[in-house]
């Protein structure tokens, strides 16, 4: 229930933060904490420093930049699930934002954070894979872009340097519609067991799975054949091509890629209807 | 919606809203871990994260570096403080195995959670630091979790000194049962699991020790459900006189047989207070309790049931294994016999068949969770009744109608007596709100059409026992307590009145249910009753709240306590009046002589019987009265649920969309609080059929370790239920009421799961296993389809 | 040791903290504040929700340094000048209740949710309770008293 002891600091800008994760050898960024605070207090997770980004409220942000939308880095689910830019240019994030967790996870939880824990069960992943967005980092040579696909790196790991901050992600605006996330929990607030994001693209679709693998995936199968004309229903049968899902007592491996095919389904009905 | 009566008069049937919760809305409730003394010091149990391993070596020498740290003890340390095993009170036949169970283990590790050592420090996350540095060496031996694998030949030995793992084997027959079962033209036979369950009140355990050694003299603070009960089985566990020991039950979070227990850290707390001569406070962790506190259910059961063609129910056969875990707890042994009765349902059989195997696993002590027994029974009859109407393709509600016990009281096959009930009237009435007929219609239409979604539509008819009594049928059964209960009213003289109960509530509105009935049988405003209740310092006699007994029993035993004031009253009365006694009349303590307006009421006597002026030759002054109720019979609550839900026939997500309870359960004193009590049971039995499971792996390790995965359904995952009631008032009481703290846990799996079941039946569906997740629906469905 | 500064039910308090003290434990052993209760290790059951800065949050899964410089409304706080708040009170008439130890959380919840939709249906007040657990009501109680105060 109580965490190990750890040494703390409060970043005072996004420099500073990355100052001090240069600082000491097991540093962790804490932004909501949701992520990190419960597997310090079951002692899964024992940091030596936690570099509180928390409080840099001019990483909190979401508007307009052009073709994109940029949602700071350390912008809450609350605030996400409610904002009108997103809900008229970006639905789906606004969306699954409002799936997470439960309400009082969504007033800390941000999206910068869900991003850098990798979780293959988290839902933010997935949206922004199906979006195809671009995230923004801050590291000690200074700033660098890449699309969100590149940062996984595996089970909840991101292939970011220890010393870099995650500051902005941008998503391309899609419109009001022509999306979907179809999700099955077994109770509301738990993460998913399977989840598909899908997005209207290129005449067919982006579609990424959530819970299929050590990361979020792009249905690859899926997307080559929309492209090559297959209706929905047929391409959807293509899921969980390529998809290693985890079996646990919420669902064995085999049952996950069976939902995976009708939630992309059910999906791609939604975003391509 | 609940009000507030302000005038003396009829309470009991009130919808009076609760006493208890204006501290609870406030934060000014105090449970255990509220409480701080002078000097106290926190204590970490240290746990074997093996299922089954020997304790090769423990050194708390590097716990006892770190900081903060006051004292550690191995299992070992403390081996002489016991002067006997943890209790098990209910060892149902002569030759029950009952191992010793000590708080902390010695020789061997028997399921994962069991402590091996504990350490005390001056703050909890201190003591919390000092546990990890504990050395434990461990030698890992195969695990079995479950009970039919651990009564194979060259299972391991969970207890070494027996020769299997074998507890007990307890058997009820009636002699024509053979017979029976050989002639019977139709005999159907299922095979059910009852699946492991964590009772899960939302309060976890705690315990607060202190020993004042000038006075020898031992508080304890549990969260216990059973302050009575616990100070008995301590005193004899630590082998100290009864007298030396008060136990004390504050406000207490939820329990629902989870803290109807002798648990190993509430000794444990005493014994350490002992030795350090400061306050110990343990309070445990969610996934500790995951662990470290009782289990329910985890029963394998086959039942047969033997009918004739034209669905004549006419016998029942049972066999039951079941996982005591690794000991036998408090009632361990006894909560799968609470059920062995009552397997023959609501229904009118001839012959009676059963037999239950306890069987030690590596695994934490299962024991009573809400329903104890009953909910295993109903759900196994109530599942073969519709496993009989598919094979004789006759409509459940038929059957049900066919077989229904009529007349009352009646005797039924397993050997008790039920004192009354309505079933045709319970289950017409559900059906009636329900709109079965309509139901049926969209199912067939939905059927017709292949929705996606298929309706299923399910019934539950129960009847259960509660209110464990009479003591002497206890005693024959070998339960080592009696099934009274005691309540003490205390008229004090400006008017108020004390009531002392001897159950225990932690969440039942005892406080107001209590003060309505005093209320209204000796006309004292409601808010000059005052309820004590919980410490065994003020009411010494008790036996506590579980089994749906509070008010069966302990609740009798009050209004026959305002029987007694109402009696000395009387004379008093009579003697200032100057009048005859037979002369007065009187009604909610209010004392009139007919064609006069001379009155008096029992707080004018109070008044009087205090100040002892004017009493009448030779009467004690005073206005006290105390009854000890033991009842001539069990409580026979019953009653039909109808549960209606959709089944995604893609995805398995099952959707409830209605839920039905139409119970008899008697006179009712507060039907806000009852219907509070339905909405919870039923809650309950919605999250066994649908959601809720430990799950251990391999090894012997509890996969469902924490409430991420361990499912306890929340608001968005439950409905509104449609509540009524059909009255049969109990016969056996004066205030023919019974007991209702299960009945919703009892009926509402079985309702649930028939309603999956019917909306798969069309597919070849006849089973899916509790809790009915999404993936068992897939399998099932596939599995049916095939046949 | 860090020093800290929260304001608790309008009243602020100074004090030193280690970085690992939860929000939770300075509440109930720093400030004697037991209304806020601990029922689970995984941000699961909401027992130990409160607002920060007006907003539900479970005190478990923030650190009390997290809480440096905000407003913490607990359950001690709700009540003015005696009298309950309107879900309290609501709480109390509708029977949502019975052992209590999930309520302090479970009214702060809805204060929440009540301030960010003042009118929420009977679905929305299910949803905002999804990480609020309680073993003894089955929630009809409370998502009736979620909607009486709603509409008071």
Request: charged share 25%; glycine share 10%; with cysteine.
């Amino acid at each position: 229930m109580i965490p190990a002891r750890f040494d703390y600091e409060v970043a005072e800008s996004a420099d500073h933060a990355v100052e001090l994760l240069g600082s000491g050898p097991d540093a962790k960024l804490l932004a909501g904490g949701h992520s990190l605070l419960p597997l310090m207090r079951l002692r899964l997770a024992r940091p030596e420093l936690l570099v509180d980004v928390g409080r840099l409220g001019d990483l909190s942000y979401v508007r307009e930049d052009g073709d994109a939308i940029a949602i700071g880095a350390l912008t809450r689910y609350h605030d996400l699930e409610r904002s009108e830019l997103l809900r008229a240019e970006a639905p789906i994030v606004a969306h699954a934002a409002g799936t997470v967790g439960d309400p009082q996870v969504r007033h800390r939880g941000t999206i910068g954070g869900s991003v850098a824990h990798c979780d293959p069960a988290s839902d933010a992943p997935t949206v922004l894979l199906a979006l195809d967005a671009e995230l923004v980092v801050r590291g000690p040579g200074g700033e660098r872009r890449l699309p969100v696909a590149e940062s996984f790196g595996g089970f909840l790991a991101t292939t970011l340097d220890p010393q870099e901050l995650l500051t902005e992600i941008r998503v391309p605006k899609t419109g009001a519609d022509g999306w979907a996330y179809e999700k099955l929990t077994r109770r509301a607030q738990d993460w998913a067991t399977v989840a598909v994001a899908a997005v209207r693209a290129n005449g067919g679709a982006r579609v990424a799975l959530t819970n299929m693998g050590p990361t979020a995936l792009r249905a690859g199968g899926v997307e080559e054949a929309l492209a090559s004309g297959s209706d929905p229903a047929a391409a959807a049968e293509r899921a969980a091509d390529g998809t290693s899902p985890p079996s646990d007592h919420n669902a064995s491996a085999e049952f996950r890629q069976h939902l995976a095919r009708v939630l992309t389904r059910r999906a791609l009905e939604k975003a391509l209807g | 919606m609940a009000v507030t009566e302000e005038k003396a008069g009829a309470w009991i049937g009130k919808p009076v809203a609760r006493k208890e919760d204006a501290k609870l809305l406030t934060g000014q409730s105090r449970y255990v871990d509220d409480l701080t003394l002078p000097g106290m010091v926190f204590a970490a149990v240290v746990r074997s994260p093996f299922a089954h391993a020997r304790i090769k070596r423990v050194d708390v020498a590097p716990a006892l570096e770190s900081e903060g740290v006051v004292a550690a003890f191995t299992g070992a340390d403390l081996a002489e403080d016991w002067a006997a095993t943890l209790p098990c009170v209910w060892l149902v036949t002569e030759d029950t195995k009952q191992p010793m169970h000590r708080p902390l283990a010695t020789d061997k590790a028997r399921y994962a959670g069991d402590g091996v050592a504990v350490v005390l420090a001056e703050t909890r996350a201190q003591a919390k630091d000092a546990a990890e540095l504990v050395e434990v060496d461990y030698e890992p031996l195969p695990a079995v979790i479950d009970p039919e694998e651990a009564l194979a030949e060259g299972a391991p030995l969970v207890h070494e000194e027996l020769e299997d793992n074998r507890s007990y084997t307890w058997a009820l027959k009636t002699d024509n049962a053979d017979d029976v079962f050989s002639s019977a033209p139709v005999v159907v036979k299922e095979r059910y699991r009852q699946q492991r369950l964590i009772p899960n009140a939302i309060e976890p355990r705690g315990v607060l020790a202190q020993y004042l050694p000038a006075q020898d003299e031992y508080t304890l603070w549990s969260a216990t459900q059973i302050p009575h009960i616990l100070r008995f089985w301590l005193a004899v566990t630590l082998g100290i006189p009864e007298a030396r020991l008060r136990v004390v039950a504050p406000d207490v979070g939820g329990g629902f047989g989870s803290k109807l227990n002798v648990y190993a850290e509430e000794a444990l707390a005493l014994v350490l207070a002992r030795r350090l001569g400061r306050p110990v406070k343990w309070t445990e962790e969610r996934s500790e309790g995951y662990l470290a506190t009782s289990h329910g259910r985890d029963q394998w059961q086959e039942i047969e049931l033997a009918a004739d063609e034209d669905g004549t129910l006419r016998g029942v056969r049972v066999r039951l294994t079941v996982g005591m875990g690794a000991y036998l707890q408090l009632v361990g042994a006894g909560t799968p016999i609470l059920g062995a009765w009552v397997y023959g349902g609501a229904y009118d059989i001839e012959a009676y068949d059963f037999e239950c195997v306890g069987v030690f696993t590596t695994a934490t002590p299962t024991d009573a969770y809400r329903g104890a027994g009953r909910p295993e029974a109903t759900y196994a009859i109530e599942r073969a009744m519709d496993a009989l109407a598919r094979r004789l393709d006759m409509d459940p509600v038929e059957l049900r109608r066919k077989n229904f016990i009529t007349e009352f009281p009646k005797t039924i096959a397993s050997g008790l007596e039920i004192d009354s009930g309505d079933f045709h009237g319970a289950l017409d009435r559900a059906l009636e709100l329900v709109d079965y007929e309509g139901l049926r219609r969209e199912q067939a239409e939905r059927r017709a059409a292949g929705d996606g979604k298929q309706l299923g539509i399910g019934l539950a008819t129960y009847t259960e026992m509660c209110g464990l009594a009479p003591s002497r049928i206890l005693g024959v059964l070998l339960y080592a307590a009696g099934g009274w209960d005691a309540a003490t009213i205390r008229c004090l003289p400006t008017g108020s009145v004390q009531v002392f109960i001897g159950t225990s509530p932690h969440g039942q509105g005892h406080v107001t249910t209590f003060s309505q009935i005093v209320a209204d049988r000796l006309g004292i405003p409601i808010e000059q009753v005052e309820v004590l209740h919980g410490d065994t310092s003020t009411m010494q006699l008790g036996l506590d709240t579980y089994g749906s007994r509070s008010l069966a029993v302990g609740g009798v035993a009050l209004y026959k306590a305002a029987d007694k004031i109402v009696e000395k009253s009387k004379a008093v009365v009579a003697h200032k009046l100057e009048v005859s006694p037979d002369d007065l009349q009187e009604e909610h303590g209010r004392f009139t002589v007919a064609g006069t307006d001379k009155a008096m009421t029992v707080q004018d006597a109070a008044l009087h019987a205090f100040t002892a002026h004017d009493l009448p030759d030779g009467m004690e002054p005073g206005l006290e009265a105390t009854f000890v109720y033991d009842p001539p019979n069990f409580s026979w609550p019953g009653g039909a649920h109808v549960a209606v839900l959709e089944v995604d026939t893609e995805t398995g997500e099952i959707e409830l969309r209605r839920y039905v309870a139409v119970d008899e359960i008697g006179n009712v004193v507060n039907p806000t609080i009852v219907d509070g009590q339905v909405h919870g049971g039923v809650a309950q039995g919605i999250g066994q059929a649908l959601f809720e499971e430990a799950i251990y792996d391999e090894e012997g390790n509890l996969t469902t370790g924490s409430m991420v995965s361990y499912l306890v359904p929340s608001a968005a995952e439950l409905i509104d239920l449609e509540l009524d009631r059909v009255s049969a008032p109990s016969p056996t009481n004066p205030m023919g009421v019974k007991g209702v703290g299960e009945t919703g846990a009892i009926a509402s799996p079985a309702a649930v799961i028939n309603a999956v079941v019917d909306a798969l039946a069309q597919f070849g569906v006849t089973d899916v296993e509790m809790p009915a997740k999404p993936e068992r629906v897939w399998r099932a469905l596939q599995e049916g389809g095939a046949r | 040791m860090r020093r800290i500064a929260v304001t608790v039910n309008g009243e602020r308090h100074e004090a030193e903290v280690e970085p690992r003290d939860l929000l939770v434990y300075f509440l109930r052993e720093g400030l004697g504040l037991t209304g806020t209760v601990v029922g689970c290790d995984t941000s699961s059951c909401g027992s130990c929700t409160v607002l920060v800065d007006g907003e539900s949050v479970k005190s478990c899964t923030v650190l009390a340094v997290q809480a440096d410089g905000r407003e913490v409304t607990t359950i001690e706080g709700l009540a003015t000048n005696g009298r309950l708040h309107p879900v309290q009170q609501a709480f109390h008439e509708a029977h949502a209740l019975q052992c209590g130890f999930c309520t302090p959380g479970m009214v702060l919840a809805s204060v929440s949710l009540l301030a960010e939709n003042p009118s929420p249906s009977d679905e929305e007040i299910r949803h905002a309770l999804e990480g609020n657990l309680c073993r003894c009501t089955g929630y009809q109680n409370i998502v009736k008293a979620v909607k009486a105060a709603s509409a008071a």
